[in-house]
């Protein structure tokens, strides 16, 4: 499916009452962008979109994203992750470039992982919010509605599937897997894997995730515990997958579970912040947006300041 329908300006309006979350004790000792809302130039949000072998279903993705959020009436951008793709997703996206300013093209050479995937997204970010969700077409993000609302008083805000639309046996495996998160390192939402998220930038060097692989929801969640941020949930609608296989498969539960344990120990044990500047984007890493009308909104935001 190649991408063909106009994209919109990505208008620059203004989300409500940005900094009305109550203060943490992480925000507080950051001194950073809940400070001075002028300090954040870019979007009011950061859409990421990790995806591998996905051209059948990204563009599709694209545009509902493109339509919705413009509903929500703020201003964002959408930052696909070509995590190795083989399938020509990344050139699906390209061709969007052209049309779409708020829309950023992130490659990775070859498949790092979706925990390396996010990372990627989340540090080319530069919006007020970071939220992500999968590029395979299984949520609506008007939802982000809802956790848009949520986060006005918290500082992460989680989906958490209502009615998740999935074969038995991944229902099944994904119960046991939160209920070991839960035994295993203290997280205490429902759904630790809803692809689904939102939190605020200013805490994004407690939650950039260090893990290359598909712990990095349940790594997050921990550091956010650490941190004393506030979490809260939101039920979310869910899709079934149009195009395309899952990239999570039962071979994966093995591995998956022998990490957890070094993960509980890792994070609870490690330090607390990372600094940023450290895991800068490698040089390997590629980086296209649609710039001429990104910039052209930067150019405002800035004069406005």
Known sequence: M????????????????RAAAPA???????????DDPQMCLGPELSVVFPARDESA????VLESADRALNELGTSFELIVVDDGSRDGTGDEVRRALVRCGQLK??????????GAALRS???VATGWFIAFTDADGQFDLHDLAKLRAAIKHADVACGYRLERQDAAHRIFFSRCYNTLTRCLLGISVRDCNCALKIFRR???????PRTKGYLANAETLVRAKRAGLRIVEVGVRHFARKHGESKVTLLDAPGTLLRLLPLALQVRNGPLRVELAAYRPP????????QPAMAERHDQARKAA
């Open 2 to 17: 190649q991408c063909s329908r106009p994209f919109s300006s990505g208008r620059a309006t203004r989300w409500p009452n």
């Open 24 to 34: 943490t004790a992480a925000s507080s000792a950051s001194g950073g962008l809940a």
């Open 57 to 60: 279903s990204i563009c599709e």
């Open 105 to 114: 093209l992130v490659r990775h050479p070859q498949s790092l992982g979706y």
């Open 121 to 123: 997204g989340f540090l």
């Open 202 to 208: 200013e805490h994004l060097d407690l939650l950039l």
């Open 283 to 290: 040089s390997y890493l590629t980086v296209s947006t649609g």
